[in-house]
């Protein structure tokens, strides 16, 4: 297949500038819908549409802090339902309703089309960039770990999408963060709360503003982790490509039964990385030509099923349980701390651990199987011809590179 990178591909898979990677893929649409309903917004991010991902937060900041809306959820979850009464605008909430459902309904019908255009692109093989190049910014797919991104974005919401190259994320939940922590005094709180003085923290906080800190925070981190494991992929799928069109000559040897005493091969087994590449350089660079290396890669995932229904089940995160119950526990616990005893800081956090923890423990017992299924490491397998006075360099260069295991084979 010709390897062409442009808009104009009728089922492109992803799309690279040096700011940002944008991509389709099949997602659960409720897990969309969802982050949608915990901040409007959030689910479009999620479908990479920035502009009206964007759009959506900036009016549910506007709305909601016009209407009072997180201000009267408060009240009302408190038990002070005529304080709720008397803070919420009933000339903005309105305005607030329709959309607020036209966000969670319009994710649902895009994520649903989008699943059946991302199983197109992967049966017509849509190209994938490796490296884009600007004369400010540059990207490039490499394999990443996901939990250095949540990590990132549990500590400054924003940072994970930053570490994953997903520039518009990053820059606009960085601001929205930054927003409400401010408005919301949530700082000054901490200070009390590390001081002691858990029992002040509830007389600081802003509740308008601070019901929002939850959805943001569990947002990023699953955003990150979620782009990273994605990006990951696409690293994998355009590298077996590229060494199954210039690593698979027709005429290699295969290791034979008769074997001659003047030749042997190596088998060795890499994960996918940018040194796998480096090895087969360095090969060729030591007069091991192109037609001497044998590359071959695993696929470790069965045929995609045509069923568009069991996307539903199939692209659940083990983890995006834990980050959707942290969320809810966390608001809850933000909520009540203002009237139990050790302030709303403490019972977010405490709110945050058990949600993750109990999503573990849900996912444990619904994906039973994938959490405990034992996998293979190994994804890639090179034979490598050689000369027996060649062997000693070979074998070096193999597991100089990050060779899971080799083996020879010799007369």
């Known amino acids: 297949m010709k390897r062409t990178f442009s808009n104009d591909l009728r089922r492109p898979k992803a799309h690279f500038s040096p700011y940002i990677i944008n991509y389709v893929q099949e997602r659960n649409p409720w897990t969309v819908?969802?982050?949608?309903?915990?901040?409007?917004?959030?689910?479009?991010?999620?479908l990479c549409k920035f502009f009206t991902g964007a759009l959506l937060m900036l009016w549910e900041f506007f709305i909601n802090v016009k209407a009072h809306i997180n201000e009267a959820i408060f009240y009302s979850m408190i038990g002070e339902f005529e304080l709720a009464k008397t803070a919420i605008d009933t000339?903005?909430?309105?305005?607030?309703?329709?959309?607020?459902?036209?966000?969670?309904?319009?994710?649902?019908?895009?994520?649903?089309?989008?699943?059946?255009?991302?199983?197109?692109?992967?049966?017509?093989?849509?190209?994938?960039m490796p490296f884009n190049i600007g004369p400010l910014e540059l990207h490039?797919?490499?394999?990443?770990?996901?939990?250095?991104?949540?990590?990132?974005?549990?500590?400054?919401?924003?940072?994970?999408?930053?570490?994953?190259?997903?520039?518009?994320?990053?820059f606009f939940v960085l601001i929205c963060f930054i927003t409400t922590v401010y408005?919301?005094?949530?700082?000054?709180?901490?200070?009390l709360t590390f001081e002691g003085k858990s029992h002040l923290a509830g007389r600081v906080i802003n509740p308008q503003w601070f019901l929002n800190f939850p959805s943001i925070l569990l947002f990023s981190v699953s955003d990150s982790y979620r782009d990273i494991v994605y990006s990951n992929k696409l690293f994998k799928i355009e590298q077996s490509r590229y060494l199954n069109d210039n690593f698979q000559p027709?005429?290699?040897?295969?290791p034979p039964k008769a074997k001659r005493r003047d030749s042997m091969h190596f088998i060795s087994t890499f994960n996918h990385s940018a040194y796998l590449e480096l090895a087969l350089n360095d090969l060729e660079q030591k007069s091991i030509h192109k037609e001497n290396i044998f590359v071959t890669t695993f696929d470790k995932c069965a045929p995609k099923s045509p069923d568009i229904d069991k996307i539903h089940k199939k692209n659940a995160s083990k983890f995006?349980?834990?980050?959707?119950?942290?969320?809810?526990?966390?608001?809850?616990?933000?909520?009540?701390?203002?009237?139990?005893?050790?302030?709303?800081?403490?019972?977010?956090?405490?709110?945050?651990?058990?949600?993750?923890?109990?999503?573990?423990?849900?996912?444990?017992?619904?994906?039973?199987?994938?959490?405990?299924?034992?996998k293979d490491s190994a994804e890639v397998i090179i034979i490598v011809e050689c000369e027996k006075n060649q062997a000693e360099f070979v074998e070096q260069i193999l597991w100089k590179h990050g060779a899971l295991g080799v083996s020879k084979t010799s007369s």
């Open 33 to 46: 819908v969802w982050w949608s309903a915990a901040f409007p917004g959030a689910g479009h991010m999620i």
């Open 91 to 128: 000339r903005w909430f309105l305005l607030y309703s329709a959309v607020y459902i036209f966000t969670m309904w319009d994710c649902y019908s895009h994520t649903i089309d989008l699943n059946k255009y991302s199983q197109l692109a992967d049966r017509l093989e849509s190209p994938i």
């Open 140 to 170: 490039y797919l490499d394999y990443r770990k996901p939990w250095n991104g949540a990590i990132w974005s549990l500590f400054n919401p924003g940072l994970g999408s930053l570490y994953a190259n997903r520039l518009p994320t990053g």
């Open 183 to 191: 408005n919301s005094d949530v700082l000054p709180a901490i200070h």
């Open 250 to 254: 027709q005429m290699f040897n295969m």
């Open 320 to 374: 995006e349980l834990s980050f959707v119950l942290g969320a809810i526990f966390m608001l809850l616990g933000g909520i009540y701390g203002f009237i139990w005893a050790w302030g709303p800081i403490i019972w977010s956090l405490i709110g945050l651990i058990f949600g993750g923890i109990l999503g573990v423990i849900i996912s444990l017992i619904i994906y039973k199987r994938d959490w405990f299924q034992k």
